[in-house]
């Protein structure tokens, strides 16, 4: 198994959105979580050192937060993204997996990009897109402090999927809850172990309540909860 328990200093995790009803699931899914700040706003007005952004495989930053980010932050971001995705995939980001780029700016430092699709505007409500995308930029934070130590010690990130996605504010909420607590818990060495845990634990979740949060154990390969 190539997980690692992470026992390095935690990360500041702000949720912000404005949509009202992702605002109150995840306060709903992260009741028990005090560390999460939850608020209702644009992630742009985030002082953090990196913000996460739901994008499409190709890393076109037309639609959404991408496209907010991207006007704010200036072209040149996409093309530090596309170049990315280019060298590190081969130009297709596969869902769950993820690419961290300078910003170009001062606040954030950084943008992580993150494919919630594979096209632009895309239905992945009966998918477990959002979980994986999630668990993805938690990974590019881990592999980016490896790289240079709490260089990213606050991260913003908004509801993946919930906008152009179509995902239900609550099914949202607790799949970004899965991937928060595997942050906390494991560091991947690559995202193709981490998609495997994912989708080999979460494979049945269609058949659960929409209530009921799935907490991933790395350690354990077939599929089920605990």
């Not at 992470?6 to 979580?33: C, K, Y």
């Not at 890393?59 to 530090?80: P, S, W």
């Not at 895309?122 to 994986?132: G, I, K």
Request: charged residues 20%.
């Amino acid at each position: 198994m190539t997980a690692s328990h992470v026992q390095s200093q935690p990360v500041r995790v702000v949720l912000t959105d404005l949509n009202t009803a992702v605002v109150e699931a995840w306060r709903a899914a992260f009741a028990d979580v005090p560390e999460i700040e939850i608020r209702k706003g644009s992630i742009l007005d985030e002082k953090v050192d990196a913000w996460v952004s739901p994008t499409n495989s190709r890393g076109r930053m037309d639609g959404g937060t991408d496209a907010a980010i991207k006007r704010h932050l200036g072209a040149g971001v996409q093309l530090r993204v596309q170049r990315a995705v280019r060298d590190e995939f081969g130009g297709t980001l596969p869902v769950g997996s993820a690419v961290c780029v300078p910003s170009g700016a001062v606040e954030p430092k950084f943008l992580i990009s993150t494919p919630t699709m594979e096209a632009s505007s895309q239905n992945v409500s009966a998918t477990l897109n959002v979980a994986l995308a999630g668990a993805a930029a938690f990974q590019a934070i881990h592999q980016q402090n490896r790289k240079a130590p709490r260089s990213i010690a606050s991260v913003a990130l908004v509801g993946m999927g919930a906008r152009t996605g179509r995902v239900p504010a609550r099914v949202c909420a607790n799949l970004m809850w899965t991937g928060y607590t595997l942050f906390n818990d494991h560091a991947f060495a690559d995202y193709d172990d981490l998609r495997s845990t994912i989708v080999a634990q979460l494979d049945d979740l269609d058949a659960a309540p929409a209530t009921q949060r799935v907490r991933l154990d790395p350690a354990r390969r077939t599929t089920g909860r605990r």
